[in-house]
């Protein structure tokens, strides 16, 4: 309701006022703004349809006889968690690439001849290897039983910080990175849609090159680094 009389207030008054000032705002952006709050409502309404629950992320690993690892918790009380998302995105690079690293123990280093850039986090994957790396990518799946929490808001930090250095260091040296974010798990991102329309503004400001969710690691992510490797 808030952002709804924000919007209306916009439209009416084109300008963002505070307490103390009003911000005019050229109608030819409030406009941009509108289309893009429909265009992000759509996206965020297909991407929920691809979000997979445990079960089905679990039967594609099995399909493929891959071996799932879990997640464990402090307390056997909370839902161990599969770690199916992990696994395929494994498969799937492993087999298109031999140099990838699944598993990166430190952070992605990059070297260039007039800079110096180390990822402030380890990320979820590389291609080829941690140092200097062509494509990186993040895993989000979340498959508990609860309505998700504070977990879900920080991975949008985290793979904001991550596109942000991306896009500087790229700015500074002409370095391109492919920065990959997966997400996953209907149960607790389908509760959680502030979050998961803020990786589609990511994605849409740049700062993620290419977001895949649910289902999508099955039929889209094999070709598109296919044909990354070939480029």
């Not at 030819?28 to 992320?57: F, S």
């Not at 250095?165 to 370095?175: C, M, N, P, S, V």
């Not at 974010?181 to 607790?188: A, H, L, N, W």
């Not at 969710?213 to 099955?218: C, M, Q, T, Y």
Request: neutral net charge; proline residues 3%; hydrophobic residues 40%.
């Amino acid at each position: 309701m808030r952002q709804r009389n924000w919007i209306a207030n916009l439209l009416e008054r084109e300008c963002v006022a505070t307490e103390s000032a009003e911000f005019p705002v050229p109608s030819a952006t409030v406009d941009l703004l509108i289309e893009y709050l429909e265009v992000r409502k759509a996206t965020c309404k297909d991407a929920v349809g691809r979000l997979r629950t445990e079960a089905e992320a679990l039967q594609f690993c099995k399909s493929h006889r891959v071996k799932v690892r879990k997640t464990a918790t402090r307390t056997r009380v909370h839902h161990q968690a599969s770690k199916s998302l992990v696994a395929a995105v494994e498969l799937i690079a492993r087999g298109i690439t031999s140099e990838v690293n699944t598993d990166p123990q430190t952070r992605c280093i990059w070297c260039s001849e007039n800079a110096l850039h180390v990822t402030a986090r380890n990320v979820d994957g590389a291609v080829p290897s941690t140092a200097n790396p062509s494509v990186i990518w993040e895993i989000k799946e979340y498959w508990g039983k609860t309505k998700g929490g504070s977990k879900m808001s920080d991975a949008i930090y985290e793979c904001h910080l991550v596109g942000r250095e991306l896009l500087d260091f790229r700015d500074a040296t002409g370095i391109d990175v492919a920065h990959v974010v997966f997400v996953d798990g209907s149960e607790q991102w389908g509760h959680r849609l502030s979050d998961l329309r803020r990786f589609i503004d990511l994605t849409y400001q740049g700062l993620i090159d290419r977001l895949f969710v649910g289902r999508d690691v099955e039929t889209e992510f094999g070709p598109w680094l296919q044909e990354k490797m070939r480029v």
